[in-house]
């Protein structure tokens, strides 16, 4: 079995500021990891996603994530934060065997507060 | 841009009576999801659909819960007799079938408030 662990329920952060939420998972076997953005009264977007390769993952928006096998992270990041970027980011993952048809496991969400 | 959409964005219900949740995945997409966050908790797995039949489901997925694809664009959850606690939010997602995608689209969501 499979569980995510975001560290930081909430995280509040001057605009232009850097940011990182932090993203831990379990699984005794490989992953595929996801990060997803939720906007006020929005869907659920994807912003990254890891695969396989290399492990800086980039996306949209200017954010990036690394993915770190030994410390079984995948740490969201974005050197200047906007406004705009006040949300709720969600880190997921699903095993890599499990075929064509795999289902997410999910974090409980960092709720990102971006202040001027 | 193509996008998952959800009907009603929130529904009020009684105990006990039934509700139907409705989503329109993305065209051509094969893979069906449900999955819901109960406030302050986590987003949860619900159940998946492939194929007209259910390919996996969660053990909240009760017999109270049903699926159906009916007309190849609808994909719907029946909650037969709903109960205090299936409050929450439900996401509708969908998946192509390439095999080197497997980004799940989401749907904004339906409210649902069982009173």
């Known amino acids: 079995a499979q569980s995510v662990t975001q560290l930081d329920s909430q995280v509040p952060v001057f605009e232009e500021a850097p940011v990182e939420l932090r993203c831990n998972y379990s699984?005794?076997?490989?992953?595929?990891l996801f990060w997803y953005v939720q906007y006020p009264n929005q869907g659920l977007q994807l912003l990254l996603k890891?695969?396989?390769?290399s492990t800086l993952v980039k996306g949209i928006n200017g954010f990036e994530a690394e993915f770190n096998k030994s410390q079984t992270s995948f740490h969201l990041r974005k050197p200047s934060v906007h406004i705009s970027d006040t949300a709720e980011y969600f880190c997921a993952v699903t095993p890599s065997n499990a075929g064509n048809n795999r289902k997410l496991i999910w974090g409980l969400g960092t709720s990102l507060a971006v202040n001027p | 841009e193509p996008e998952v959409t959800q009907t009603p964005s929130h529904q009020v219900t009684q105990m006990g009576q039934e509700v139907i949740l409705r989503c329109v995945p993305i065209s051509n997409h094969l893979y069906f999801y449900w999955y819901r966050q109960i406030l302050g908790q986590k987003v949860e797995f619900l159940v998946s659909f492939y194929n007209n039949e259910i390919s996996e489901k969660s053990e909240i997925f009760d017999d109270q819960f049903s699926v159906e694809r009916p007309d190849g664009s609808n994909f719907t959850l029946k909650i037969r007799s709903t109960k205090l606690e299936d409050s929450a939010m439900y996401f509708c997602?969908?998946?192509?079938?390439?095999?080197?995608?497997?980004?799940?689209?989401f749907g904004p969501g339906t409210r649902l408030t069982v009173l």
């Open positions: 890891y695969l396989s390769g």
């Open positions: 997602a969908s998946k192509s079938g390439s095999l080197d995608t497997d980004t799940q689209y």
């Open positions: 699984s005794s076997v490989s992953v595929y």
